[in-house]
C-alpha cells in the first residue's frame, strides 16, 4: 500500500529538484517578450521551489529512510507505553526500503527478541500497530490462556546427534510498580517482570480476569494456543496482556510489514479517549524505551 504523505514529499522532491536543476544549468532564456510583471511573479515562484528543494530533500530522505515519529493512541503497550506517548522509530535499524512501494532492498539487522516494533497491520495495512516481538523465525509459541504466561521452544537448535528442541529461558516474576500506585489501591491489575534471555520487560494483567482469548478461539472454531513460527514472520503481544488485539489473535507479522524499532519517547501527554489532553507527563519526556 503507498504512502500518500510520502507519494506528496516525493512530489514535491521532484518539482523542487526539477527547478534548481534548471536554476544550475541555466536552461531558461530569461529575455522573454511576457510582460514585467509576470515575469517577476515566475521568476520568484521558480526561486521560491528552488529555495525549497534541500529542505524538501532532506525531509523526504530522513522520514523514508531513517526516523519517524508517531503516537501511541491506545493502552494495549502499558506500562511500557502509554496512551499519548510521542515515540521515535528507527526504521534503518532492520532493513532499507523503497519508500513509495515499501519493498524491502536490503537487510541490516534482524528484529530481535524484546523489541517493540511498529508494523502494518496485516488485516488492513492503512493502520499501524505497535507490540512487543516475542517469537522469532524458528520458535515455537505455547501461551497458556489460564496463567496467561508463554513458553518458548527454538526448533533451529537442532543438531544431528540431538534432535531435542531447545527451550528459551523465560520467567515470570510479580513486581510492584509505586509509579502506578492508584491502581495497586483499586486492586485492578497485577503487575509482571517477563524475564526472557535475561532481558526484563513488565507486563500487565487484570486481577481475576477470565482471558476473553480462549472465548475467541471457541466462536472462531480456532481453538490454539501453540505457533511454529515460520522464516520471515513474527509473534507479537501487547504488554498490557488482557487488552491486546495481537498475534493471539490475528497471527503473525511479516518482516515486510516491519516500519522500524521503536526506542525513544520525545513527548508525552495525558488524555483520555475522545478527549482534550489533561497534563503533560514530564517524567516520560526525553526516555528510551525498553
Request: with cysteine; hydrophobic share 40%; charged share 25%.
Amino acid at each position: 500500500m503507498i504512502n500518500f504523505f510520502l507519494m506528496f514529499l516525493f512530489f514535491l522532491f521532484v518539482i523542487t529538484s526539477i527547478s534548481w536543476i534548471i536554476k544550475k544549468i541555466r536552461f531558461f532564456n530569461y529575455k522573454t517578450k511576457y510582460k514585467k510583471k509576470k515575469k517577476i511573479l515566475i521568476n520568484n515562484f521558480k526561486k521560491n521551489l528552488t529555495e525549497l528543494f534541500p529542505y524538501i530533500l532532506f525531509i523526504f530522505v530522513f522520514r523514508s529512510f531513517f526516523l519517524e515519529p508517531f503516537q501511541i493512541p491506545s493502552r494495549s503497550m502499558s506500562p511500557s507505553l502509554l496512551a499519548g506517548d510521542f515515540i521515535i522509530v528507527n526504521k534503518f535499524i532492520y532493513f532499507i526500503k523503497n519508500p513509495l512501494t515499501n519493498n524491502i532492498i536490503f537487510k541490516n539487522y534482524l528484529p530481535k527478541r524484546g523489541d517493540i516494533i511498529v508494523f502494518k497491520f496485516p488485516l488492513n495495512k492503512k493502520i499501524n500497530y505497535i507490540k512487543r516481538i516475542i517469537g522469532i523465525p524458528g520458535d515455537i509459541i505455547i501461551y497458556d490462556y489460564k496463567k496467561k504466561t508463554i513458553s518458548i521452544k527454538n526448533s533451529y537448535k537442532k543438531t544431528i546427534e540431538n534432535n531435542n528442541i531447545k527451550n528459551i529461558n523465560i520467567k515470570y516474576k510479580k513486581c510492584k510498580f509505586y509509579h502506578y500506585k492508584k491502581n495497586f489501591f483499586k486492586k485492578k491489575y497485577i503487575y509482571y517482570e517477563e524475564i526472557i534471555n535475561n532481558k526484563v520487560h513488565y507486563i500487565k494483567t487484570k486481577k481475576n480476569y477470565l482471558d476473553q482469548i480462549n472465548l475467541y478461539w471457541n466462536q472462531n472454531n480456532k481453538i490454539k494456543g501453540k505457533w511454529e513460527i515460520p522464516s520471515g514472520y513474527y509473534f507479537v503481544l501487547g504488554d498490557n496482556r488482557d487488552n491486546s488485539f495481537d498475534s493471539r489473535y490475528w497471527g503473525l507479522v511479516p518482516e515486510k510489514n516491519i516500519v522500524g524499532k521503536a526506542f525513544f519517547i520525545w513527548f508525552s501527554i495525558k488524555q483520555n479517549k475522545n478527549e482534550y489532553p489533561t497534563n503533560i507527563r514530564f517524567k516520560r519526556i526525553g526516555t528510551f524505551i525498553k
